[in-house]
C-alpha cells in the first residue's frame, strides 16, 4: 500500500522509550505486531499505528500523511535516550485471502486479515470501506483526527489500549474515560435510507447529533451523541438509524 509509511526504532533504549510513550504494551509485539495510538498529554489523538517488534529494532506503520508528524513527536520525547528513528523503504501490503508467507493477521479485528511488509506490493483487491464500516473500524484523516479521544473511537474493542501496562502520554485521560464516566458521545453504526454524503451533520428533532463519516452502500460510521440517537435522524435527505449490535 502505497498510502502507509514504515518507520523504524534502533537503539538499546527503543523498547522502555516507546512503551512509556503509546497506549498498548510494546512487549506484545515481540515478534508480532500490535496496535496502538500516540496521545497528546491532553488525552487528544495524534497517530495510530502498528507496532512490530523483530530481533534489532521496532517498526512503526503508520499512515503516510501522519508519519511525519509522528517522527517529529517522537524525536521530541527522545531526549537523550539511545534511540534512533527513520523511515525504511518498506512497502505495506494487506489483504483477506490466503496469507502470504511472512504475514501478520491485523491485530484489530480477525475480519481485516493480513498485513506483510516487503520490497513489492502484493495485497489485493479487498473493499476496506465496507470492511470497515461492517465492524466499526475508524481510519485515520476520516473518524480519526486531533478532536479524537480513542475510547469513544472504539480502541479498547479493538486491541489498541492496554490499562495495564502503566503510564502512557494521556494515560491519565483515557483512565478517567474508562472508570469514572459513561461514554456520551462515540463513534457508531447507522443504517442509512436514501442519499447522505461524508461529512454531512447529523440532526433528531432539528437538534445537533453528530456527523456522518464513512458511507458504504446502505450503511455508514457516523459520530454520535447518543442521547439523541434513540430514534430516526437526518443526514442530507437520507434518514438515518443507530445500528446497535
Not at 500516540?38 to 489523538?45: A, V
Not at 524525536?75 to 490466503?98: C, F, H, K, N, W
Not at 479524537?148 to 502520554?169: N, P, Q, R, T, W
Amino acid at each position: 500500500m502505497t498510502d502507509r509509511t514504515v518507520i523504524a526504532l534502533t537503539g538499546a533504549d527503543r523498547v522502555d522509550f516507546l512503551q512509556g510513550l503509546i497506549t498498548n504494551d510494546v512487549n506484545k509485539a515481540e515478534d508480532g505486531i500490535i496496535y496502538a495510538a500516540l496521545l497528546t498529554p491532553q488525552g487528544k489523538f495524534i497517530a495510530d499505528f502498528f507496532v512490530l517488534g523483530q530481533a534489532d529494532r521496532l517498526l512503526i506503520d503508520v499512515a503516510s500523511d501522519a508519519a511525519p508528524a509522528l517522527a517529529q513527536r517522537l524525536a521530541m520525547y527522545r531526549l537523550r535516550a539511545d534511540v534512533q528513528i527513520a523511515e525504511t523503504g518498506l512497502i505495506v501490503s494487506r489483504g483477506t485471502g490466503p496469507a502470504p508467507k511472512d504475514a501478520l493477521q491485523d491485530p484489530r479485528h480477525p475480519t481485516l486479515g493480513w498485513r506483510v511488509y516487503g520490497d513489492t506490493d502484493i495485497g489485493d483487491d479487498t473493499d476496506w470501506d465496507t470492511l470497515r464500516v461492517a465492524h466499526l473500524i475508524p481510519e485515520t484523516g476520516l473518524e480519526l483526527t486531533q478532536d479524537s479521544y480513542i475510547l469513544e473511537s472504539g480502541f479498547e474493542a479493538l486491541h489498541g489500549v492496554d490499562f495495564k501496562k502503566g503510564c502512557f502520554v494521556g494515560q491519565e485521560i483515557v483512565a478517567r474515560m474508562k472508570h469514572k464516566t459513561d461514554l456520551k458521545k462515540g463513534l457508531a453504526r447507522v443504517e442509512i435510507e436514501g442519499t447522505a454524503e461524508p461529512g454531512a451533520a447529523i440532526t433528531a428533532d432539528g437538534k445537533p447529533v453528530g456527523k456522518l463519516h464513512t458511507v458504504a452502500a446502505n450503511q455508514g460510521i457516523a459520530y454520535l451523541r447518543f442521547d439523541r440517537a434513540t430514534g430516526p435522524m437526518q443526514a442530507g435527505d437520507a434518514t438515518l438509524t443507530r445500528i446497535i449490535d
